[in-house]
């Protein structure tokens, strides 16, 4: 009888003991395996901020590799970048709306750039009808300025084109160009610099020689100029960007496929 209520309560012993066993949660995981789950549940506080920053570097970067007329332009200086970021917008697809731009460049850039060159005037240059008169001849400024070039009628006649009741060369695109190259050459001779170059193209090789002898500079990014010659360079570098990287400022219709497939930023500013 004895023995009969030990081993029955033996019994209810290991009962109670296994049951104990697997109501209890196991906590065997090791320091290391600790580690592990942490880092998988784990989530970067401050995504947003690397995902800035990097495409901040990329903007940066791409900055730094802008030249104009083959040179490189001065990054280091904030006023520089400043203006960039000024005419980047400026003539962006959100705030023109419009391929109007894309379109001419196809049209007429290539007879352009292949006038210029045969005249050994770099291929930047291309970009002055674009940025003076929206590639368009019809265009004629306040002071008497016309034509795809926007000469003067006295400097188009300097340069071998007619300008009177009857015939208007400037309207010519050929001829206009030709003349603009020849111009462009005798400005590069009197200031043996491509960028001082384009500044004389706006203001006049006078004027841009007295600011030179007064601010004893011969640097276009240090002189103190009008505001428009001042913002003159930076314009056409701007349009530059524009027509060849659409897809970099939101003109996805005319951007390189392959490029994009590449590199998407769509919109860098």
Known sequence: MIRKKVLCSSLILFALLLSKLYSTPHNNTSGDDKIVAAK???????????EKKEKKNSFESYLSSLTFAEDSLPMDR????????????????????SYDMHKKAETYLPTIAKILKSHGIPEDFKYIPLVESGLSKAVVSSKGAGGYWQFMPATARLYGLRVNGAVDDRKD???????????????????????????AYNVGDGSLKGSIRRQKKDDYFALKLNNETGSYVYKLVSMKEIIEHPQKHGYSRYADKETETLDKEPNML
Do not use: C, M
């Open 40 to 50: 998988l549940v784990e989530t970067p506080a401050h995504g947003g901020d690397e």
């Open 78 to 97: 904030p006023l520089v970048e400043s203006k960039l970021r000024k005419f980047f917008s400026r003539f962006s697809f959100k705030k023109t709306g």
């Open 173 to 199: 695109l050929i001829k206009s160009t030709h003349a603009a190259a020849r111009y462009l050459k005798y400005l590069y001779a009197q200031f043996g610099n491509w960028t001082l170059v384009a500044a």
